[in-house]
C-alpha cells in the first residue's frame, strides 16, 4: 500500500494563512483528496485534486501538487476559528485498481483566537 | 446528499463481549469501509467491501470480521471485545473509488 505522512500538530492565529503538508510515496495516486474531520464528527471532503494539475483553488483554500517531490500541501487564507479541526490528506491509486484510499495520519491545527 | 449513518456514537463494552456495529448508507454505493481512528496513528483500515457478500481484508483485520447481507448495511463485528479495541470506528462509503462518504463515527470503549 502507499504512505502517507502528515505532520501532527499546527497552530496559526486567526487571520494567518495555515498550510498543511503531505507527503506520499506511491506515485500512481490519481486523485488526491483533503478532507476535514471537526470534533466528535466524521471526515468531510474539502477538496481534491487530480494527479496532472499543480493547483486548485477553492475559495479559501489553495491545493498544491509537487509530483516530482510527491508533495501536497492545503493552504487555509485567513484562517478563522471554526477552521480548527483535523485535516486528512488522502490518495487513490486508481491504476492498481483498488477501490480505497490511503490516509495520512492527520493534522490536528488549532487556531488561536 | 448521502447519508451514512452509523447505529451508535458512543458505545461501552466489557472484555469479552460480542459487539455489533451497524452502518447504513442510503446512495446506493457498491464500495463500504470499516476505519478505526486513533490518535497519532490516522485512519486503519479494517475491512472493506465492494459488492453483497463480498469482503476484503484491509490493513488491520485481526480480532474482526464483518457482514454485508445487503447493498446499504456493513456491520462490523467484533466477536470477542479486548481493551486494545477501544477506539473510534469509522464507516464510509463509496461508487467507484472516488470520493468516500464518512459516518459521524461510533467511539467504542471496551472495559
Known amino acids: 500500500g502507499e504512505d502517507v505522512e502528515q505532520s501532527l500538530f499546527l497552530s496559526v492565529r486567526e487571520g494567518d494563512s495555515s498550510v498543511i503538508n503531505c507527503t506520499y510515496t506511491d506515485s500512481s495516486s490519481t486523485y488526491l483528496y483533503w478532507y476535514k474531520q471537526e470534533p466528535g464528527a466524521g471526515l468531510q471532503l474539502l477538496t481534491y485534486i487530480f494527479s496532472n494539475m499543480d493547483m486548485k483553488q477553492d475559495q479559501r483554500l489553495t491545493v498544491l501538487l509537487n509530483k516530482k517531490d510527491k508533495h501536497l500541501s492545503l493552504r487555509i487564507a485567513d484562517t478563522q476559528t471554526g477552521d480548527s479541526a483535523i485535516y486528512f490528506c488522502a490518495g487513490w491509486p486508481i491504476q492498481t485498481g483498488a477501490n480505497n484510499l490511503f490516509f495520512g495520519t492527520g493534522t490536528r491545527l488549532t487556531v488561536i483566537p | 446528499d448521502v447519508k451514512v449513518t452509523q447505529s451508535s456514537r458512543y458505545l461501552v463494552k466489557r472484555t469479552g463481549e460480542k459487539v455489533f456495529l451497524e452502518c447504513v448508507q442510503d446512495m446506493d454505493h457498491e464500495n463500504m469501509f470499516w476505519y478505526r481512528q486513533d490518535p497519532g496513528l490516522g485512519l486503519r483500515l479494517i475491512y472493506f467491501s465492494y459488492d453483497v457478500k463480498m469482503k476484503e481484508k484491509g490493513d488491520i483485520p485481526e480480532g474482526y470480521s464483518v457482514s454485508r447481507e445487503k447493498k446499504e448495511r456493513f456491520s462490523l463485528i467484533l466477536e470477542s471485545a479486548s481493551t486494545n479495541q477501544t477506539s473510534m470506528y469509522l464507516c464510509?462509503?463509496?461508487?467507484?473509488?472516488?470520493?468516500?462518504?464518512f459516518g459521524p463515527g461510533t467511539r467504542l470503549t471496551v472495559l
Open positions: 464510509a462509503s463509496s461508487k467507484g473509488g472516488n470520493e468516500q462518504f
